[in-house]
């Protein structure tokens, strides 16, 4: 018995543990997100994918355990089986597992969490964007600059935020108002805006293109009009940009 429910258990562990730990994201469908354009978006893909494969693992089991008992173990005539209780090493192993199954996951997602909110150190050359959130709409402050340029949005016109392809930007996000959320889906990572405080974190965009931004924090009347563009453009180019956009209004 306690040979059976050791290879049970490790017949539901090790392909988790493997799966999780050498899949590779682009050998596997995207399920469901969009595609990466930065550094920190692939490993967050590679996290809901390893999450979707350790569910299908765990689920094939189950399914398998399931189709196995109702096969094999449906009701033969009118004898009643055996009747057991108190099984210990198969209490334990329900115990077990899904701690194991948790545990593994939470490994995972706290490594991933940590690797993508980590912030360069000082001196470290960045680009730092300052972005404000504003009943209903953004601005952003590229602090790049000398004369920190200002771009402020307005709900009835969308804003557009320049990025440096291939360079890293950190983002400092504060709100004027209520809380908002700074939400690009192709990121794959948003982050709260919260009144009286400066939350921060880096990304390096990846891809050439024009992205939609937009608030994912239930703000108010106008919630739904919080959008804005974000830009990938060559990083020979984007100073240049930035500067063209001294003095404008959006
Ligand atoms: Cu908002």
Same mark, same amino acid.
């Given at each position: 018995m306690r040979n059976r429910s050791r290879s049970l258990a490790a017949l539901l562990v090790a392909p988790l543990v493997l799966v999780l730990s050498s899949c &590779?994201? &682009? $050998? /596997?469908?995207? /399920? *469901?997100?969009? $595609?990466?354009?930065t550094d920190n978006g692939h490993r967050t893909l590679s996290l809901w994918q390893g999450s979707w494969v350790a569910a299908l693992v765990v689920g094939a089991f189950v399914w398998g355990l399931i189709i196995w008992s109702v096969i094999f173990h449906?009701?033969? *005539?009118e004898h009643i089986p055996a009747q057991t209780k108190y099984n210990v090493p198969i209490e334990i192993l329900y115990t077990v597992v899904p701690f194991l199954i948790v545990a593994v996951l939470f490994y995972f997602t706290a490594r991933d969490e940590s690797a993508i909110t980590k912030i360069s150190p000082k001196g470290t050359a960045v680009h730092v964007i300052h972005v404000n959130g504003i009943r209903w709409s953004w601005q952003f402050t590229y602090e790049d600059l000398p004369a920190n340029t200002v771009v402020t949005g307005t709900p009835e016109h969308a804003p557009t935020l320049y990025l440096p392809l291939g360079e890293r930007v950190r983002f400092d996000l504060t709100t004027t108002d209520v809380n908002h959320s700074f939400w690009v889906p192709s990121f794959l990572m948003k982050m709260d805006m919260i009144a009286g405080r400066t939350n921060q974190f880096e990304v390096t965009p990846e891809k050439l293109g024009t992205y939609a931004g937009k608030c994912? $924090?239930?703000? *108010?009347?106008d919630h739904s009009l919080m959008l804005f563009n974000v830009k990938v453009v060559p990083a020979a180019e984007y100073m240049q940009i930035v500067n063209t956009l001294k003095g404008s209004a959006a």
């Open positions: &590779s994201a &682009s $050998e /596997l469908p995207r /399920l *469901g997100l969009p $595609e990466a354009v449906r009701r033969r *005539g994912a $924090e239930l703000c *108010g009347r």
